[in-house]
């Protein structure tokens, strides 16, 4: 990408990021750390002004509110409420974000799962609407993600095109996770989402109001986050039942594979661990594994390999076929398995009962805590992570950054990112164990077979090196998202 200078910054192409969470702010999951790492390395190539709008809710720290200013203070209305809404903002690596406030929606101990959600997200998306008068800033391009975000896209077609500085604003609509639509009886099509009969056919699908479906219908683009996604969810095996609208819209489909952050995620500096390393200078891997030993109270040995799986327990993560052969691989191989998540009790309980029938080789932490898994990337010889969907999945990409080796099954983003190990003479290609199949002796098979070239020592120092080589940073995909902008 260019380097950013004060010509192109002057002639940058605007864009607005609308999106429901972003790190380092508030976040819950792969969303946030798109939303908090893509917009600072478009920003990085000096050829747009990027802002990013979300929520201000109660779990954003008194720290980042300090470094927020005013922008503007006044009502949105949604259908017949006239509520309380205020703006504010701060800069961060380049990127303004702006932060929506309304405490009645968005102070609150969780992000989603309340009754109101789709309230919540409809007077986000007006708000989002009106931020661009009240602040001056009328973007080229609007890009929303997810459906939380996806009202802002309908919203802008259908009530905003006709109000000076709206008319040529071109819309991205970006596909995170396909299972999570937005569907909503349509009895509360006008009196929540001040929408009317007009809009009835836009919003229709499967005998419901579906926000992602009218989003799809609305954008001049729709991206999805990666290449393989954007094929498997034209299918009806993968994509919630929304297939036949996104094959109507295939000529606006595109894939491109997230990053992550490689400030963040930088094992060379990285202060939640105890020894920093590089793939110029392991040892500090090796002294990580040792105090995470320490840590979780599991015997210290260099010369087993520590498994790890650092997921939510669900099983579209591919947990079923896990629970069906990791008690055999860790009953029959030296080796020892940590397991960081939460999620459906069954697992957690699963996960709980493996650790008391094997005290000296398992250990089961039911939490979530971000720099705790940190801590265990940088201990992990072999990263598992056999999802049945993932649309694309980072902690594979986490995981290659602090040198473990991956064994991923070959869907959506896993696909795309990992392939699979092979010798080409002496030549090494690849940079995982993968399977195509979801299956449970698959799985075992290629984790056995990960085990063993561990072992090799040689072998095992050639793959680590290779993986940490691979470019996992957003240069790569930010600059086709930028091609996709000037494409519009």
């Known amino acids: ?125 007006m708000a989002v609407m009106e931020l661009m008068e009240k602040v001056g800033f009328y973007p080229d391009v609007l890009h929303a993600h997810d459906w939380q975000a996806a009202l802002s896209v309908i919203y802008l077609n259908c009530l905003y095109r006709s109000k000076a500085g709206y008319g040529n604003i071109k819309t991205v609509f970006t596909i995170h996770n396909i299972e999570y639509q937005g569907q909503y009886d349509f009895s509360i099509l006008g009196d929540v989402f001040s929408l009317g009969e007009n809009e009835h056919a836009l919003l229709e699908y499967g005998g419901c109001i579906n926000l992602m479906k009218a989003a799809i219908e609305c954008a001049d683009r729709v991206s999805t986050v990666s290449p393989r996604y954007a094929e498997e969810i034209r299918t009806e095996e993968y994509s919630h039942k929304l297939c036949h609208c996104l094959n109507r819209n295939a000529e606006k489909l595109l894939g491109i594979l997230n990053g992550i952050d490689y400030v963040y995620y930088n094992p060379a500096k990285d202060k939640s661990i105890a020894h920093t390393f590089s793939q110029r200078k392991m040892e500090g891997k090796a002294l990580d594994k040792l105090e995470m030993q320490r840590e979780v109270g599991l015997p210290e040995r260099a010369d087993a390999p520590m498994l790890s799986i650092i997921s939510r327990l669900a ?61 265990i990337y940088a201990a992990t010889d ?72 561990w072992s090799d020592e040689p072998m095992r120092k050639k793959l680590v090196t290779k993986i940490m080589r691979t470019d996992f940073s957003w240069a790569a995909s930010a600059e086709k998202y930028l091609e996709m902008y000037r494409a519009l």
């Not at 109660?58 to 509110?65: F, K, P």
């Not at 927020?68 to 809404?85: H, I, N």
């Not at 999802?387 to 980072?394: A, F, I, R, V």
Request: net charge neutral; with cysteine; charged share 25%.
């Open 315 to 375: 099983s579209h993560k591919g947990l079923d076929i896990i629970a069906e052969c990791i008690d055999s691989i860790v009953a029959e191989n030296d080796v020892q398995l940590i397991v960081l998540g939460m999620g459906e009790k069954r697992y957690e309980q699963f996960f709980t009962e493996l650790e008391a029938r094997y005290p000296e080789k398992v250990r089961a932490l039911i939490t979530y805590d971000r720099d705790l898994s940190k801590r």
């Open 1 to 125: 990408m260019k380097k950013k200078t004060t010509a192109t910054v002057e002639n940058a192409q605007k864009l607005l990021f609308v999106g429901s969470e972003a790190l380092p702010f508030a976040a819950t999951g792969g969303l946030g750390d798109v939303m908090g790492s893509l917009p600072a390395a478009l920003a990085a190539s000096g050829q747009v002004d990027v802002r990013v709008v979300m929520p201000l809710y109660g779990a954003i720290s008194a720290e980042w509110r300090k470094k927020m200013k005013e922008e503007w203070v006044g009502t949105v209305r949604l259908s017949w409420r006239v509520q309380y809404c205020g703006i504010y903002s701060l800069q961060k690596d380049g990127v303004t974000y702006y932060f929506i406030d309304n405490e009645y929606y968005y102070n609150r101990k969780a992000l989603y799962g309340h009754y109101d959600d789709g309230e919540r997200y409809a007077f986000f998306c």
């Open 382 to 453: 072999i990263f598992l992570m056999p999802s049945k969907s993932e649309p694309c999945g980072l902690s594979q990409m986490i995981a290659s950054r602090y040198g473990a080796i991956p064994v991923v099954r070959e869907t959506g983003g896993l696909f795309d990112s990992i392939k699979p190990v092979w010798m080409d003479g002496k030549e090494l290609r690849g940079n995982g164990f993968t399977f195509a199949n979801y299956s449970a002796e698959e799985l075992r098979e290629r984790t056995e077979a990960a085990i063993r070239l």
